[in-house]
Nanobody, 122 residues
Framework: QVQLVESGGGLVQPGDSLKLSCAAS????????IGWFRQAPGKEREGVSC???????YYADSVKGRFTNSRDNAKNAVYLQMNSLKPEDTAVYYC????????????????WGQGTQVTVSS
């Protein structure tokens, strides 16, 4: 059974850091591009970052310079290091996999995790 599981979310203060993990089971991530998306209440799901099978990374302008996407194929996992968090980063964060090239468009991704809540508040 193909499954993606996110972890690492939580409640932090502005300026803090969090590291999200996305663990895969039932398939090998090596040949997939993995995207990170987020959805805040009342808003559409938006692309945050994507890492291709060769390790190339792409970021939304809103997180560029603050978030770092990485992958560990040996562990069949992908990570999103989030630094200098802002209240506007508050959302449910999802990881998703696609066998095609990287992008930040949700409909291009086939497999999704259940999401992990990130709340940035003082």
């Amino acid at each position: 059974q193909v499954q993606l599981v996110e972890s690492g979310g939580g409640l932090v203060q502005p300026g803090d850091s969090l590291k999200l993990s996305c663990a895969a089971s039932g398939f090998t991530l090596d040949y997939y591009a993995i995207g990170w998306f987020r959805q805040a209440p009342g808003k559409e799901r938006e692309g945050v970052s994507c890492i291709s099978s060769d390790g190339s990374t792409y970021y939304a302008d809103s997180v560029k310079g603050r978030f770092t996407n990485s992958r560990d194929n040996a562990k069949n996992a992908v990570y999103l290091q989030m630094n200098s968090l802002k209240p506007e980063d508050t959302a449910v964060y999802y990881c998703a996999a696609t066998p095609i090239s990287c992008g930040l468009v949700p409909r291009e991704f086939d497999y999704w995790g259940q999401g992990t809540q990130v709340t940035v508040s003082s």
